[in-house]
């Protein structure tokens, strides 16, 4: 088997991320990029990606500057069509390798976390066994779901959101940036509503966002501020890269602190394990590397003592993957479950994921488990 084909198709919904002040559910992604590999058998592999999508296209379709060179600023794709897809891990080098001087972070390493997802769909279809066997275990069938969603902007309007997602079932619900960190004060009454709506038996998760720039002593009190109402724990209170802060604050804190989202490779993850000494690392699939990077940050994770619950807010696809990698691990606690409703996000997947007891079912079909709806694909197709 050989591929023959990479491809970028860019999705936009008619949608917008919610308004800061909304009370109302976000919308979810606006623009993501749909990453398509083909290959001579007639088996493709997908991903998604939220990125900047034509950025991402252009490294995907960049030529092959360095024939018979040194590979170190191609294309992607040149550096993949013709190879067997069933060589995930070299491809990932031979990626991350041939696009060093333009790639590493950002757009590049994110469209090869999408190709290296869509190769391990094409395995996982070639073999018609599931990701998680391939990675290795099925620990469990099943995964406990956290509701994620953006902060609303008044106490009552938490209330509001928190009892309709443990109305759904959820058991746990995660708030994220929006209005937090305008006013300290309002902060506190916000958490705090959301607490008392879920009552003691649930799980309340706050994602502070980093664009609000705080320094470490800062964030360590703004952690303070609210663990009176134990949240399960603190996402992002620093900027992604101030390793050191992240050493400080999660040793002077009790709450567990969750970073992650934005780093990327096992190189980065060493950086967040030993320098952050966070408690919860949260690899994005589509941002850290793919599968082939995920494994590692795992092994990693289990090295150091350290839960791993990966971020995915973004499609059903992505929810998919995150579900393997959850299967895969040995101390799952979370799938992150993105509620937004609009199209990309609820659509991508002809058969979405639900909630069952607070549960979302790891998908047991060949690959990812998931199928694409080339109808929402047509339907919201801009290049
Ligand atoms: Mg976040």
């Not at 992650?260 to 949260?282: H, M």
């Not at 791993?308 to 696809?317: E, F, G, Q, R, T």
Request: a negative charge; glycine letters at 8%.
């Amino acid at each position: 088997m050989k591929i023959t084909d990479v491809e970028l198709i860019i999705l936009k919904s008619p949608g917008l991320y919610n308004a800061p002040d909304s009370a109302e559910e976000p919308q979810g992604a606006t623009f993501l990029g749909l990453v398509k590999v083909s290959t001579d058998a007639g088996i493709t592999g997908y991903s998604d990606i939220e990125t900047a999508p034509s950025v991402a296209k252009a490294a995907i379709d960049a030529p092959r500057w360095a024939e018979g060179g040194l590979e170190a600023f191609d294309g992607l794709a040149s550096l993949i069509v013709g190879q067997n897809p069933l060589e995930m891990e070299r491809l990932w080098y031979k990626m991350y390798r041939g696009s060093i001087y333009y790639g590493r972070r950002g757009a590049a390493i994110q469209a090869i976390s999408a190709i290296d997802i869509a190769l391990w769909d094409i395995a996982g279809k070639f073999y018609r066994q599931p990701i998680h066997i391939l990675l290795g275990a099925a620990w469990r069938d099943k995964v406990r779901a956290y509701a994620s969603t953006l902060f609303r902007g008044a106490p009552e309007a938490m209330r509001q959101a928190t009892r309709i997602y443990l109305d759904q079932g959820f058991t746990a619900v995660k708030f994220g940036w929006g209005v937090f960190g305008r006013n300290p004060d309002q902060d506190v009454r916000l958490v705090e509503a959301a607490r008392e709506e879920m009552g003691d038996q649930n799980d309340l998760m706050v994602d502070t966002g980093w664009f609000i720039e705080r320094t470490p002593k800062q964030a360590i009190s703004v952690v303070r501020s609210i663990e009176p109402f134990r949240p399960y724990f603190i996402e992002e209170i620093l900027h992604p890269e101030d390793y050191d802060g992240y050493g400080k604050v999660a040793e002077s804190v009790e709450t567990a602190i969750a970073c992650g989202e934005q780093e990327a490779t096992e190189w980065g993850f060493r950086q967040l394990i030993d320098r952050g000494k966070v408690d919860i690392l949260q690899p994005d699939l589509t941002r850290c590397g793919g599968f082939t990077s995920a494994r590692k940050i795992v092994h990693m994770a289990e090295l150091a003592n350290r839960l791993v619950i990966p971020h995915s807010w973004c499609s059903d696809l992505l929810t998919a993957a995150s579900l393997h990698l959850n299967a895969f691990q040995r101390r799952a606690v979370f799938v992150e479950f993105n509620t937004s409703q609009g199209p990309l996000s609820r659509s991508l997947v002809k058969e979405p994921l639900r909630i069952e007891d607070g549960y979302v079912a790891v998908p047991q079909g060949p690959g990812l488990g998931v199928e694409v709806s080339e109808e929402t694909i047509e339907k919201y197709r801009i290049g």
